[in-house]
């Protein structure tokens, strides 16, 4: 049985994973050197999760990435699944396991040393094209790393076009790198996505098409997979969504250690240890503390109720590290309260996001803050909007992707509108609406700010449809 262990324990106890990986990595690189490709080379590997690189011979086994769909997380499971195993035959270290980076533990949101100093070529692990704080050794901001409500969700996916939340992403017809209309998964907007942004910084780890080519890139989701154990061991009715045959069933190409293609579905990465032999240092874990006054409910399957929007039809344009929107419910709803949050959950609905160009920002939410200029306050936030895999993607790329995901899934049926990616993100603020009431400090009034992580402006326009509030 393999071991995934944290990066801050190995380098505390000087094991032998880092250089194994530093070896496996060096290798995987010359390989490319030499034919770019070999697919148990660097680039090849990073390809299969996305490349603006085309090639009538390899296009089938690029961009294959999983994202805005309930795909997410199975289909990384498999990915750094191989990729593990070529490192381990590249390295030479048949014992090597793929560490983890859990940056949400305290005093582990640094950046891991080896992937930063020394911080020039000959470093293997370092990449120049992150954001300057994270290679100085800036701490992550610690509201970018709380993964606390993602785990709350109860329910692994939501349906078609269902602005219900949910833990792992809503609900596809077959695989799609960038799926369309689905309200994207808790775990993959926040820590997943956030954490590529701030990283990135508009380089690298920014953009889907080049993410995988940074080492540490294997190291998050090695991260995002233990999250996924973690889940599961929080019980009270959360499990995988072994009854739904698409997602047990659709197949993934993968290469192995030896060049092999090699398939995969989710029915054959349920259980780590015993299919994939490996496990998580931490494990059996045990459950963190929930958010105060979460309610381990999933939203119910009504109809959820509209309560207000921004303009219809006003298209906004974020071009600053701030902006602010006013929201006040319908008429028909102007009586509204959210309490009692066991009767009635809010949600903040950020529809239709797209931006030309990663923009290497992420947006916090933050709701009814005080009128004065003081800086946001813990209690007003909602979560955060993790700016990643949002870019719109030109017709014939779709299309020449859909024809290619035709053959890995036969049957599927691609929606029309799934070719028209408008990702939508969906932040739950019952516990900030029940806190302010509580304190007497609620107007019928939902006051929006969006601050970026960093206080930087983004590199490119980040447009949203609308913002919408709706009661579940
Ligand atoms: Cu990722």
């Not at 094209?129 to 606390?148: E, F, K, T």
């Not at 049957?411 to 408008?422: F, I, L, T, W």
């Amino acid at each position: 049985m393999q071991i995934r262990r944290n990066i801050y324990r190995i380098l505390e106890s000087g094991g032998s994973e880092i250089a194994a990986y530093r070896r496996g990595v060096e290798v995987m690189k010359a390989r490319s050197n030499v034919n770019p490709n070999d697919t148990t080379g660097w680039i090849f590997q990073a390809n299969i999760h996305g490349t603006s690189l085309r090639n009538p011979t390899f296009n089938q086994f690029w961009n294959q990435c999983q994202h805005r769909s309930f795909f997410f997380l199975s289909w990384h499971r498999m990915y750094i699944y191989f990729f593990e195993r070529i490192v381990r035959s590249a390295s030479g270290d048949a014992k090597f396991s793929l560490p983890y980076w859990n940056y949400s533990e305290r005093n582990q949101s640094v950046l891991p040393e080896p992937f930063r100093i020394p911080a020039n070529s000959s470093n293997t692990l370092y990449v120049s094209q992150r954001r300057n704080q994270i290679n100085q050794g800036q701490a992550l901001p610690a509201n970018s790393v709380d993964y606390r409500r993602a785990l709350s969700f109860v329910n692994f996916f939501s349906d078609i076009g269902s602005l219900a939340p949910s833990f792992g992403g809503g609900v596809v017809s077959g695989p799609i790198q960038f799926a369309n209309p689905n309200v994207t998964g808790q775990m993959e907007n926040q820590p997943h996505n956030v954490i590529h942004g701030d990283i990135g910084g508009g380089g690298w780890m920014s953009d889907p098409l080049l993410a995988a080519r940074d080492p540490i890139f294997w190291l998050h989701h090695s991260n995002i997979d233990r999250l996924w154990e973690q889940w599961l061991n929080q019980g009270q009715g959360r499990s995988n969504p072994v009854n739904n045959s698409t997602w047990m069933n659709s197949r993934f190409i993968f290469f192995n250690e030896n060049g092999q293609r090699q398939e995969m579905s989710g029915k054959d990465i349920l259980d780590t240890a015993s299919q994939l032999d490996y496990v998580y240092d931490d494990k059996p874990m045990t459950p963190p503390p929930p958010p105060p006054t979460v309610s381990f409910i999933a939203p119910r399957p009504s109809q959820p109720q509209f309560l207000g929007s921004t303009p219809e039809g006003k298209v906004i344009q974020l071009t600053a590290n701030a902006a602010e929107f006013s929201i006040s419910p319908i008429p028909q709803r102007a009586a509204f309260t959210a309490l009692p949050v066991e009767k009635q959950r809010v949600m903040l609905v950020f529809e239709g996001i797209e931006y030309d160009k990663p923009p290497g920002v992420n947006y916090e939410v933050y709701l009814n803050l005080p009128d004065d200029n003081s800086a946001p306050l813990q209690e007003n936030y909602v979560g955060t909007i993790g700016l990643f895999a949002m870019e719109p993607h030109n017709h014939s790329h779709a299309e020449e992707h859909s024809e290619h995901q035709h053959m890995a899934h036969e049957h599927g049926n691609h929606d029309a509108a799934e070719k028209h990616p408008k990702p939508t993100v969906v932040l739950e603020a019952t516990n900030v609406v029940e806190a302010l009431q509580q304190q007497g400090k609620w107007s019928n009034q939902f006051r929006i700010t969006l601050v970026t992580t960093y206080q930087d402006k983004p590199l490119s326009e980040v447009r949203f449809q609308k913002i919408s509030v709706y009661t579940f």
